[in-house]
Structure formats: C-alpha cells, structure tokens
C-alpha cells in the first residue's frame, strides 16, 4: 500500500538536492563568483524534464482519487495544480535571465539572484505542502483499490539521474550533490 508515497518522497529528496546545488551556486554567485551557467542551465534543464514533465503528472495520479475520496481537499488540489503551473512559468523566466547574464554584463544580479531565491523557496513551500499535507491525507483516505491504481501509473516514468543516459547528462550535477552531501556530514562532526 501506498508504494507510490515512497516514489512521491523519493523524487521530491532528489529535487531538495538538486535545489540545493542551485543554492549553493546562487550563494557563490551572490558572494561575487561567476555563475557556472552550464551547471545551472543543466539543473533546469533537468527541472523542464522531470519534475515538469514525469513528476507532476504522477501527482495528478494521487490527485484524482484523493478528490473522489475528499472532496473538501477540492482548493488544496487547485492549488497545488497552479502552482505547478506557475512553476514553469518561474523556470522559463530563470533560463532567459540566466542565458543574458551570460551576454549582457549589464544585467542587475541582484534582480537575477532574487529571481533564483524566490523559486527555490516557492518550490521548498509547495513540496511542504504535499509532503505534510497531500501525502497523510491520501494515506488516510485512499481505499487498498485507490492505491493498487495510484501505484501502477505512478511506476511510470523514471527520474532521469536513475537512468544510464541521465545520469551522465546530470554528472555534474550529481557530483556536486555527493559534495555537498559530504560538507554537510563534515560540518556534523564534533
């Protein structure tokens, strides 16, 4: 029961990662460095093709039983479909800022880093939603049957970092997750 919870959770774990190596970035950007604009139009890239593209549409999977069940979560689900919609909108926007920074110096950074900061906590925000709202409310009101369904459309379709093909398009991206990850658990120890 509810396998498509952990598929759900898993995806938004590898997003919180990637976001973390846009913040990162933005942060050294932010702090005077140059902006490694393959990196970053790699993670939206990445961001176009699987959140936009897979991940979403999973959720609508959830989605469409949870109203059946709720349908008092009718204006949370409306929600949630507009901000992924918006979320596209804010990514569009990024990958052109970024693009002319890269040819007009001229550009504000400021504008560009507030730009950057603003969908990493509007996407921090949404994925709260789902996770703390969402997903202990499908738990609770889905049937078995709901969920053998949920279940089989959400096996569909695979984050790209897990495939062969993803995983060396999204290297860099991976190896700076890894470095992070580990700068963390430094920062840990006593």
């Known amino acids: 029961m509810a396998k498509a919870l952990d598929v759900l959770g898993s995806e938004h774990r590898n997003m919180l990662r990637v976001m973390a190596v846009l913040e990162a970035e933005i942060d050294a950007f932010a702090a005077g460095g140059d902006l490694d604009l393959d990196l970053f139009l790699d993670i939206v890239e990445y961001i ?11 959720e609508e999977y959830l989605f469409r039983p949870l109203l059946a069940r ?42 560009f880093e ?13 994925m709260r939603k789902e996770e703390m709202v969402v997903f202990p409310l499908a738990r609770e009101a889905l049937t078995e049957a709901d969920w053998k369904a949920v279940d089989a ?7 790209p970092f897990l495939s062969e093909e993803g995983s060396a398009r999204y290297r860099e991206i991976l190896r700076r997750i890894v470095y992070l990850s580990e700068a963390e658990r430094e920062a840990d120890r006593p």
């Open 153 to 159: 459309q959400v096996a569909r379709g695979e984050d």
């Open 114 to 126: 507030r730009l950057v900061r603003d969908y990493i906590d509007f996407l921090y925000e949404h």
């Open 48 to 58: 176009k093709s699987f959140p936009d593209a897979v991940h979403h549409p999973k």
């Open 70 to 111: 709720r349908p008092e979560a009718a204006p949370l689900i409306a929600d949630l479909r507009r901000e992924h919609e918006a979320e596209a909108g804010k990514l569009a926007a990024i990958a052109v800022a970024a693009e002319r920074l890269a040819v007009e110096e001229a550009q504000d950074k400021g504008a």
